[in-house]
């Protein structure tokens, strides 16, 4: 274990009680510090010293600190000690970001970069790394990285679906126990979330950028206010309705959130839909109820509606089978109106 020094009052303070022989391994640790670490940010700085050169300057500063981590025996609980220490006391550039908070170093930062290869994480820049790493949430589900880790491998992901990407990550993942989730099924409920985040970026462009048309003013007010509300809605919705599709799911819940149809009868159907999913039980929904509304697009608002509302009423919900008076609703109900 290291003997590190922190600052207090304005002074060296040594962590914990220590001998002379300890405070001698400390100060020395500490003046080995001094010296390395001018050099390593001057050595980096001159080798990448542009914004595009970020991601690289990170992983090798990351790299170097890996491994003066381990030839000092610094063990993990003193990790942020050690970076403090570094920062307070070693550290000479200003170029190098200022820590986020008391509890988010820039140096663990790449020091977390540097345990994945180059080559592995380089498809995802610098500020797209910070975004990840200032989320707390993302941090805690350590296999959230890795799963982002082997994605970029696979494909590039572009700078506006990144952000979409750690909106919808951070709702999904936010207050819930991961750990009940193997690797294969948490990637699953992952990439189930980077579709629904892409979705609701095509689903903006379709329904307001292609048609030339602007949310109502409120939802630009509050931008993410409503973005938010569409991952929450959409997640429910389909825990609610776990046969659903996915598309059909984001669909739905982007009209419903955001207020816009393109034409009445779409107005009609979602709606019906998003009510029925919203309350649904059973599997009955799934099928059935997609069936009625697309037999039934031409009648009016309330008469589907009505329709729904009955169906469900006697729908026994106990043995999750359907009565005959599903029939006869939609052959007789509908006809009279």
């Not at 600052?7 to 220590?18: C, M, R, V």
């Not at 001018?38 to 595009?52: A, F, G, H, Q, R």
């Not at 816009?260 to 029925?276: A, H, M, R, Y």
């Not at 729904?308 to 005959?324: A, E, G, Q």
């Amino acid at each position: 274990m290291a003997n590190l020094i922190t600052e207090l009052d304005g002074a060296k303070a040594y962590i914990g009680l220590l001998s002379s022989e300890e405070i001698s391994e400390a100060n020395k640790l500490l003046e080995h510090l001094q010296d390395v670490i001018p050099k390593i940010e001057k050595d980096l700085l001159e080798k990448y010293p542009n914004e595009k050169g970020r991601i690289y300057f990170a992983h090798e500063f990351g790299t170097e600190l890996r491994r003066l981590v381990k030839e000092n025996n610094v063990k993990g609980y003193q990790k942020k000690i050690f970076w403090d220490q570094i920062r307070k006391f070693a550290s000479l550039s200003e170029a190098i970001p200022k820590d986020r908070s008391e509890n988010r170093y820039i140096y663990g930062y790449y020091y977390k970069l540097s345990e994945y290869p180059l080559q592995d994480i380089e498809n995802i820049n610098w500020s797209e790394w910070s975004q990840v790493l200032d989320t707390p949430s993302l941090v805690k589900e350590e296999r959230f990285i890795d799963w982002l880790v082997a994605k970029s491998k696979k494909y590039k992901i572009k700078r506006e679906e990144f952000r979409e990407l750690m909106t919808g990550a951070r709702i999904y993942i936010k207050d819930k126990d991961l750990a009940v989730y193997n690797d294969i099924q948490l990637y699953e409920r992952l990439n189930m979330v980077y579709k629904i985040s892409i979705n609701r970026l095509t689903l903006y462009n379709d329904y307001f950028t292609k048609m030339n048309k602007k949310p109502t003013a409120a939802r630009i007010k509050k931008t993410q206010k409503y973005k938010n509300k569409y991952y929450e809605e959409t997640f429910n919705f389909i825990k609610l309705n776990k046969n659903i599709d996915i598309d059909e799911a984001c669909n739905l819940v982007f009209k419903k959130v955001y207020n816009t149809w393109l034409d009445k009868n779409l107005d009609v159907i979602s709606l019906g839909i998003i009510e029925i999913f919203a309350y649904e039980k059973g599997d009955f929904s799934q099928t059935r109820i997609l069936e009625i509304l697309k037999l039934n697009h031409d009648k009016s608002f309330n008469a589907i509606t009505n329709l729904l509302v009955n169906i469900y009423k006697d729908y026994d919900d106990k043995t999750h089978s359907r009565k005959p008076v599903e029939v006869m609703y939609l052959n007789t109900t509908l006809k009279s109106r």
